[in-house]
């Protein structure tokens, strides 16, 4: 354990029995906890981000431009600083998210360099093997879990992001507007968190217990794991998928603030079918004027590319 109020496991013993009382309550109480041994070590991360990070900070307009999807639902290659807005998308509010961020898929995918290509597609199995290992734990924890064969439930149409906080401007400090993202919970079964911490020790990214948000730091050799949307769907609501956001920093803590997140989200198939009524009753937001729906309609009217901030790309 951590002296963090979000505990601490290791993927191993989880596997093996371990502690299992304690993660059944952690996981049906506030859905997040600090997850070691998972697959992936640190150099797996630095790699990743260290290409990813050269490319924001070096690459031209002109080869940003080539990797960014022009498809507004995709997901895919470069999204540019404040390109998207995560309150928008939620409507609570309007101001945009503070980063930028490179993204990858199964298919459709845009790279920059083959170098790119190679460090990102073995970086995204490692992932996803993680995630799905991580998903079985927290699924069969759950005990109500109702997906049918879990196997085939979790090969997913996953999604890997690479988001880049630089240093807030000085109209966006937490006393002009306090958070880089907007309070949401992600549209997936599991998502894995790897950070890097401020250099100058603020904590960016909170995630939301019986209502009050508590930091999440970052941790040496473990990820963040959140439960999704899709958790409570196919576990009869057994399991909450909590709200989190990234909070900007004060005008005093502007120096040092900048942090990477790697994130990633182990989606569903898009026809994954669910009951919009239980969905509501499991307390999601879901706006679809349909009885039942798939994923892939409700992800399709949610997340879309916004196109705000030319002058910044």
């Known amino acids: 354990m951590t002296d963090t109020t979000v505990p601490l496991f290791s993927l191993s013993e989880l596997r093996s029995g371990g502690h299992a009382e304690e993660f059944h309550s952690c996981v049906t109480g506030i859905g997040a906890?600090?997850?070691?041994?998972?697959?992936?070590?640190?150099?797996?991360?630095?790699?990743?981000?260290?290409?990813?990070?050269?490319?924001?900070?070096?690459?031209?307009?002109?080869?940003?431009?080539?990797?960014?999807?022009?498809?507004?639902?995709?997901?895919?290659?470069?999204?540019?600083?404040?390109?998207?807005?995560?309150?928008?998308?939620?409507?609570?509010?309007q101001y945009s998210d503070y980063s930028m961020n490179f993204s990858m898929g199964v298919s459709g995918n845009l790279f920059p360099t083959p170098e790119f290509e190679k460090v990102w597609t073995d970086y995204f199995d490692t992932l996803y093997g993680a995630a799905q290992e991580t998903a079985r734990v927290v699924l069969s924890t759950s005990g109500s879990y109702d997906g049918g064969d879990m196997d085939t439930m979790l090969d997913c149409d996953p999604l890997l992001r690479l988001r880049y906080f630089p240093e807030v401007p000085a109209h966006r400090v937490?006393?002009?507007?306090?958070?880089?993202?907007?309070?949401?919970?992600?549209?997936?079964?599991?998502?894995?968190?790897?950070?890097?911490?401020c250099a100058n020790g603020f904590v960016s990214l909170q995630v939301e217990v019986d209502?009050?948000?508590?930091?999440?730091?970052?941790?040496?050799?473990?990820?963040?794991?959140?439960?999704?949307?899709?958790?409570?769907?196919?576990?009869?609501?057994?399991?909450?998928?909590?709200?989190?956001?990234v909070r900007a920093p004060g005008a005093d803590l502007r120096a040092g603030s900048s942090r990477?997140?790697?994130?990633?989200?182990?989606?569903?198939?898009?026809?994954?079918?669910?009951?919009?009524?239980?969905?509501?009753?499991?307390?999601?937001?879901?706006?679809?004027?349909?009885?039942?729906?798939?994923?892939?309609?409700?992800?399709?009217g949610n997340y879309v590319s916004l196109r705000t901030a030319a002058a910044n790309e």
């Open 33 to 93: 906890f600090y997850l070691t041994d998972y697959g992936a070590a640190e150099a797996d991360h630095r790699t990743a981000n260290d290409i990813a990070m050269d490319f924001f900070t070096r690459g031209t307009d002109a080869q940003k431009q080539a990797v960014t999807s022009t498809v507004p639902t995709m997901r895919r290659g470069f999204s540019g600083l404040e390109a998207e807005s995560t309150a928008q998308i939620t409507n609570t509010g």
């Open 174 to 197: 937490a006393e002009r507007e306090p958070l880089r993202m907007a309070p949401h919970y992600d549209l997936s079964f599991v998502t894995l968190i790897h950070q890097t911490p």
């Open 211 to 245: 209502g009050e948000m508590l930091d999440l730091p970052a941790i040496p050799d473990a990820v963040v794991v959140l439960c999704g949307a899709v958790a409570p769907l196919v576990t009869q609501g057994a399991l909450p998928a909590p709200r989190h956001h």
């Open 260 to 300: 990477t997140s790697s994130v990633f989200f182990l989606r569903p198939r898009h026809d994954l079918a669910f009951s919009v009524r239980k969905a509501r009753e499991y307390g999601l937001d879901v706006s679809l004027d349909a009885e039942n729906a798939t994923f892939g309609d409700w992800i399709g």
